[in-house]
């Protein structure tokens, strides 16, 4: 039986291209329109795992995954990086000087900045890329494009008018696993934790200290408002690392004291940047 996995995004996103990357292609897919659906599914069992973006390594952290992990109780048991091509796709014979208007995802368009700017069309949020394509399609918008993967331009039978137009070649888009349950070690390890810190003058630096002197290293650090109290914020730590070896255990342990909360999201096998590209 195939595994039930939900995504963000219409058929043909980069979310779906990480679902392939990390399961392959044997799977049931569950394309959701919010991220909130996603981490709805797979905590009500109705899908077995859920993938989510988290970073991307132009415009940095999607910010709703993180507070989302407050909300649902949920573990990361994998990590998918994907290498994003960012296309620009209208109907057949639709030339670029026909374009008038832009709908990509913000963080598409953003990723696109100098090229949009050139261009001086009007560009428009939408809630995903693909999802883009797909609606000038349907809508028959002869003088507007979208922001999208090539793949998704051949799945809706769209034109490619310009490839790889975003600012950087390096653009890169890490996604997280979600399941119930964490993975187990594996000897090539991340955890990522959610903390907030006791206010005294050092208490960031403490909790730091506990991983520094067990020589761990840590890989992302973030803060984010609690949402509750103005000016008050919750850390976003990854660490390489299983949570269940000795020296990760202990760092944990010894932070407990030091912080007014710790959620632990979960330990899994770090994602390689060679595996980056897909392919399908």
């Known amino acids: 039986m195939k595994v039930h996995v939900a995504f963000q995004g219409e058929i043909g996103a980069y979310s779906e291209m990480a679902v392939y990357s990390y399961f392959g292609p044997s799977v049931e897919l569950k394309p959701c329109r919010y991220l909130s659906d996603v981490f709805r599914l797979v905590e009500n069992g109705e899908c077995k795992y859920g993938v989510v973006p988290v970073e991307n ?8 995954t993180y507070d989302l992990f407050l909300v649902y109780d949920l573990k990361v048991c994998g990590e998918a990086i994907i290498r994003i091509v ?6 057949p014979g639709v030339r670029l000087s026909d374009i008038k208007t832009v709908y990509s995802h913000p963080q598409a ?4 900045r100098n090229f949009l700017e050139k261009l001086n069309c009007e560009v428009i949020p939408a809630f995903d890329t693909a999802g883009s394509v797909k609606m000038i399609k349907e809508r028959g918008l002869i003088d507007a494009a979208a922001i999208a993967s090539e793949r998704a331009a051949k799945i809706y039978g769209m034109n490619v008018l310009v490839k790889d137009i975003g600012d950087s070649i390096n653009n890169y888009t890490r996604f997280f696993v979600l ?3 964490d993975a187990p ?10 903390f907030s810190i006791k206010s005294y003058p050092g208490s960031l630096y403490r909790v730091l200290g506990e991983f520094a002197k067990r020589n761990i290293n840590l890989t992302k650090i973030e803060s984010r408002p609690t949402k509750q109290t103005p000016w ?6 990854d660490f390489e690392g299983h949570r269940t070896e000795k020296h990760c255990m202990e760092a944990l342990e010894a932070i407990k004291d030091k912080t007014n909360f710790i959620k632990i999201l979960g330990s899994y096998p770090a ?4 595996n980056s590209n897909f392919y399908f």
């Open 271 to 274: 994602a390689s940047m060679e």
């Open 185 to 194: 070690y594996t000897g090539r390890d991340k955890t990522s934790i959610i």
């Open 109 to 112: 368009l953003a990723q696109c």
């Open 86 to 91: 960012h296309c620009l796709i209208a109907h």
């Open 57 to 64: 390594s132009i415009e940095g952290s999607v910010t709703q």
């Open 179 to 181: 399941s119930k349950s």
């Open 232 to 237: 008050e914020y919750n850390f976003y730590l």
